[in-house]
């Protein structure tokens, strides 16, 4: 995991100080950050790009994807997985978060009703293993940005926003375009969620893997996650895990956490930090 700590030294030492948004217990902070800095790039081949150098709750990482996948936009279906990630932004009665990324895989809103986008990936997925010359060979896309059907303003809108897939030599790659990246707590559950998502829809269309790579516009550390930064900079990385997918897996849709693990994972000691809101 060298390529994310080495864009995380790069902003922490010569990333802008700038004012953004989100608060912290209601006390607004400052971020340090760069616009599109190079991407990261793992070959997923390699290992499984989850973070080593703070632990990472990996269960809670599976919980997440697979309620993406679901469609669900109700944190009670978390809570349910003791999974409380998503606390911060719900309704504290109803568990609504409103047309998150749920909804926008699974619902999509249009001029002509609502697209299951997973459904049509899927699907896309294997014509173009059938055939390369296929016509969707390059719209294998994801998007969580819907402009016509946006959650409240307080809740966090399609921060991982545009994912394109390319099937080359019977290997599924990605390409992830995140808007917005809180390089400290979110973007090591990003990498790890959208490389798992990779392998996901890899088994079901019966193909390898390939890369993943992560791309940025706003990547950014805030002020109060200096010290934790500073902390995970002086350790050294470990070597990746192996991702373990059940056989039983042959469909999308109804996949178990039981059915998806990791083995051999090391990792240094967990490195907390307060999510601003």
Same mark, same amino acid.
């Given at each position: ?6 864009? +995380? ?34 070959? +997923? ?53 409103? *047309? ?46 819907? *402009?016509?059907?946006?959650?409240? *303003? ?82 050294? *990385? ?6 373990? +997918? ?32």
């Amino acid at each position: 995991m060298e390529q994310y700590l080495t864009l +995380l030294r790069r902003i922490r030492h010569h990333g802008t100080d700038k004012p953004q948004r989100a608060k912290v217990e209601g006390k607004s902070l400052l971020c340090r950050s760069l616009f599109a800095p190079e991407p990261m790039r793992f070959d +997923l081949e390699a290992g499984f790009p989850l973070v080593t150098t703070k632990r990472m709750p990996f269960r809670q990482i599976a919980v997440e994807l697979l309620w993406f996948l679901s469609g669900s936009t109700n944190n009670h279906d978390l809570l349910a997985e003791k999974v409380r990630i998503w606390d911060a932004w719900a309704d504290p009665v109803s568990g609504e978060l409103g *047309p998150v990324y749920g909804k926008q895989w699974r619902r999509w809103e249009g001029p002509h009703g609502t697209v299951d986008q997973i459904a049509n990936l899927v699907r896309d997925i294997a014509a173009v293993k059938a055939d390369p010359w296929h016509h969707a060979a390059r719209r294998l896309l994801l998007t969580a940005w819907n *402009p016509g059907d946006m959650p409240p *303003p307080r809740v966090p809108t399609g921060c991982h926003t545009f994912a394109q897939f390319n099937v080359t030599d019977g290997k599924l790659s990605c390409h992830l375009y995140q808007r917005s990246a809180d390089m400290l707590l979110g973007v090591p559950f990003n990498i790890a969620s959208y490389a798992l998502l990779t392998h996901l829809l890899a088994k079901v269309t019966g193909l390898g893997v390939g890369r993943y790579v992560h791309s940025f516009g706003d990547a950014h550390i805030y002020e109060n996650h200096f010290a934790q930064v500073d902390e995970q900079l002086t350790r050294t *990385p470990l070597p990746p895990p192996r991702l373990v +997918l059940s056989d039983d897996i042959t469909s999308i849709d109804g996949i178990r956490v039981d059915q998806i693990r990791v083995e051999g994972y090391e990792h240094h000691a967990p490195i907390k930090g307060d999510v601003a809101v």
